[in-house]
């Protein structure tokens, strides 16, 4: 069985997922032995019929190497650029990972100028690209300001330059106000999303609408919809972008006898400026006058309240067990932030990775990782490239906590409801990849005394991932079976 490092206290990172050790940073290159040339087998016959007779004009892409001895078991069009999906998070988290310690916190911090009889000139709100901020974080730091006698502020600034505020490489692909394709912030809320629920008013009025958490000005409610007679629906629940503010608009109809309908998690136009506002609505009410905020780069002022986030180990645990596509792009970010790269773009985010992973001294083949996330087409690899990543880090001294993230079949994460036969589960820790019209799994295999690293993706699938994911699960029941 696969050996899991504990990770601790993720209760409130794994409710938003629902939705969706200290380690020394080595200064040599971890260089992977160059695997071995593929030898005709019957193993690597029968695992490229099982990959390659699933049928349907799809491009299918396999690399499976003998982690120990370099062995080539398949190699099935290894050297072609495919689009990895999620897969690419293994590259943010790598990266990550080896620029920083795995007990790294972010800290967001509260700093005021000097208080005098209750009031404040400045308050800054400074943020660290901190992705796992929730409005009860907001809400216990405007009450240690409170505990600090201040009951006025003239100014409230909200500083969020550490990263700049724009949509990652390839998220504009699709316009869908999906929790998945949230915003990236120097601070950040609930993920970049907000939540509705509608309840019915009288027949023929406007039904209520509730939207949370309190947002002010960052979140407006566009109802346009109406109470009727019945038991029947017909309402609609969406978020769009106008300009920084989130407008949740609601149309349609609710009947008079629901209860309620919530609109789940949808995402907000801007998540620093959202944050920023949920901030100053916390402040109000906690009793403190205060203005709109102004967004902008804060003073040197002295620090009055923190929030420390989970530890590096976890977040990227939640990263890549549960794909969480807003964590492994704001990952993608803290590599560059740790490298002294203030404010982080996604152009500087993209560079830093690479160079970080340049030590590895894995044969690219042309890759290019756009994103963090792998959300939509903006990455692409080769599978040779994937299991040269996942041999590098398993001898680099970041490693075992990196491995420790992955999903484990039939156990945990993205791969809980995968390989539940005696021949894979538990044997199985990787990283799963999907999209409309992609299917990737990449990591380790243990059989026995020996363990395979393999990548393995379909691109230009149709009608669900379904068949795609079966077939991978059974060539990988093929490699584990004696």
Same mark, same amino acid.
């Given at each position: 069985?696969?050996?899991?490092?504990?990770?601790?206290?993720?209760?409130?990172?794994?409710?938003?997922?629902? !939705?969706?050790?200290?380690?020394?940073?080595?200064?040599?290159?971890?260089?992977?032995?160059?695997?071995?040339?593929?030898?005709?087998?019957?193993?690597?016959?029968?695992?490229?019929?099982?990959?390659?007779?699933?049928?349907?004009?799809?491009?299918?892409?396999?690399?499976?190497?003998? !982690?120990?001895?370099?062995?080539?078991?398949?190699?099935?069009?290894?050297?072609?650029?495919?689009?990895?999906?999620?897969?690419?998070?293994?590259?943010?988290?790598?990266?990550?990972?080896?620029?920083?310690?795995?007990?790294?916190?972010?800290?967001?911090?509260?700093?005021?100028?000097?208080?005098?009889?209750?009031?404040?000139?400045?308050?800054?709100?400074?943020?660290?690209?901190?992705?796992?901020?929730?409005?009860?974080?907001?809400?216990?730091?405007?009450?240690?300001?409170?505990?600090?006698?201040?009951?006025?502020?003239?100014?409230?600034?909200?500083?969020?330059?550490?990263?700049?505020?724009?949509?990652?490489?390839?998220?504009?692909?699709?316009?869908?106000?999906?929790?998945?394709?949230?915003?990236?912030?120097?601070?950040?809320?609930?993920?970049?999303?907000?939540?509705?629920?509608?309840?019915?008013?009288?027949?023929?009025?406007?039904?209520?609408?509730?939207?949370?958490?309190?947002?002010?000005?960052?979140?407006?409610?566009?109802?346009?919809?109406?109470?009727?007679?019945?038991?029947?629906?017909?309402?609609?629940?969406?978020?769009?972008?106008?300009?920084?503010?989130?407008?949740?608009?609601?149309?349609?109809?609710?009947?008079?006898?629901?209860?309620?309908?919530?609109?789940?998690?949808?995402?907000?136009?801007?998540?620093?400026?959202?944050?920023?506002?949920?901030?100053?609505?916390?402040? !109000?009410?906690?009793?403190?006058?205060?203005?709109?905020?102004?967004?902008?780069?804060?003073?040197?002022?002295?620090?009055?309240?923190?929030?420390?986030?989970?530890?590096?180990?976890?977040?990227?645990?939640?990263?890549?067990?549960?794909?969480?596509?807003?964590?492994?792009?704001?990952?993608?970010?803290?590599?560059?932030?740790?490298?002294?790269?203030?404010?982080?773009?996604?152009?500087?985010?993209?560079?830093?990775?690479?160079?970080?992973?340049?030590?590895?001294?894995?044969?690219?083949?042309?890759?290019?990782?756009?994103?963090?996330?792998?959300?939509?087409?903006?990455?692409?690899?080769?599978?040779?490239?994937?299991?040269?990543?996942?041999?590098?880090?398993?001898?680099?001294?970041?490693?075992?906590?990196?491995?420790?993230?992955?999903?484990?079949?039939?156990?945990?994460?993205?791969?809980?409801?995968?390989?539940?036969?005696?021949?894979?589960?538990?044997?199985?820790?990787?990283?799963?990849?999907?999209?409309?019209?992609?299917?990737?799994?990449?990591?380790?295999?243990?059989?026995?005394?020996?363990?395979?690293?393999?990548?393995?993706?379909?691109?230009?699938?149709?009608?669900?991932?379904?068949?795609?994911?079966?077939?991978?699960?059974?060539?990988?029941?093929?490699?584990?079976?004696?």
């Amino acid at each position: 069985m696969l050996q899991q490092i504990p990770v601790h206290s993720l209760s409130k990172l794994a409710l938003l997922c629902a !939705l969706g050790l200290p380690v020394a940073v080595s200064a040599q290159p971890v260089v992977p032995t160059p695997a071995k040339a593929p030898a005709a087998s019957a193993l690597g016959e029968a695992l490229r019929s099982i990959l390659t007779g699933v049928g349907g004009k799809v491009t299918a892409v396999a690399t499976i190497v003998d !982690l120990a001895t370099g062995e080539v078991v398949l190699d099935l069009d290894g050297k072609k650029l495919v689009h990895p999906a999620s897969v690419a998070k293994l590259f943010s988290t790598a990266a990550v990972m080896k620029t920083l310690p795995a007990d790294r916190a972010f800290v967001t911090d509260v700093r005021a100028s000097a208080i005098k009889n209750g009031e404040v000139a400045t308050l800054a709100l400074v943020g660290s690209g901190d992705p796992t901020m929730f409005a009860t974080d907001y809400a216990k730091l405007a009450a240690e300001v409170q505990k600090k006698g201040v009951t006025k502020i003239a100014k409230l600034v909200i500083d969020a330059t550490v990263f700049d505020d724009k949509l990652p490489k390839g998220f504009d692909e699709k316009q869908t106000d999906a929790a998945f394709r949230a915003p990236i912030g120097g601070l950040q809320c609930e993920a970049g999303t907000v939540h509705a629920a509608v309840k019915p008013g009288a027949v023929g009025e406007a039904p209520l609408v509730e939207v949370g958490p309190a947002a002010g000005d960052a979140v407006v409610v566009v109802n346009e919809a109406k109470t009727v007679a019945g038991k029947k629906d017909a309402l609609t629940i969406v978020t769009r972008p106008n300009g920084r503010v989130t407008e949740v608009v609601v149309q349609g109809t609710i009947a008079v006898a629901h209860k309620a309908i919530g609109s789940g998690r949808r995402r907000v136009a801007d998540g620093s400026f959202y944050a920023g506002w949920v901030f100053q609505q916390a402040l !109000l009410k906690h009793g403190i006058a205060v203005p709109a905020p102004t967004f902008a780069k804060a003073p040197d002022l002295a620090v009055i309240a923190s929030r420390k986030s989970p530890p590096l180990q976890e977040i990227v645990s939640v990263t890549n067990k549960h794909s969480h596509n807003g964590y492994a792009e704001t990952m993608f970010r803290q590599t560059a932030a740790g490298q002294g790269q203030i404010p982080v773009t996604n152009e500087k985010a993209e560079a830093a990775v690479r160079k970080t992973l340049e030590t590895l001294q894995i044969r690219w083949n042309g890759s290019v990782l756009g994103n963090g996330s792998g959300l939509y087409h903006a990455d692409k690899v080769t599978t040779q490239t994937v299991v040269d990543l996942l041999r590098a880090m398993h001898k680099d001294p970041a490693g075992a906590n990196w491995r420790a993230t992955l999903p484990i079949a039939g156990v945990d994460g993205t791969l809980r409801g995968r390989m539940h036969d005696p021949q894979t589960q538990g044997k199985v820790q990787a990283k799963t990849g999907t999209l409309d019209d992609v299917v990737g799994l990449a990591g380790y295999a243990q059989a026995g005394e020996k363990t395979y690293v393999f990548a393995v993706f379909y691109n230009g699938i149709k009608g669900g991932p379904g068949a795609y994911r079966g077939a991978v699960d059974r060539m990988l029941k093929r490699l584990l079976t004696p």
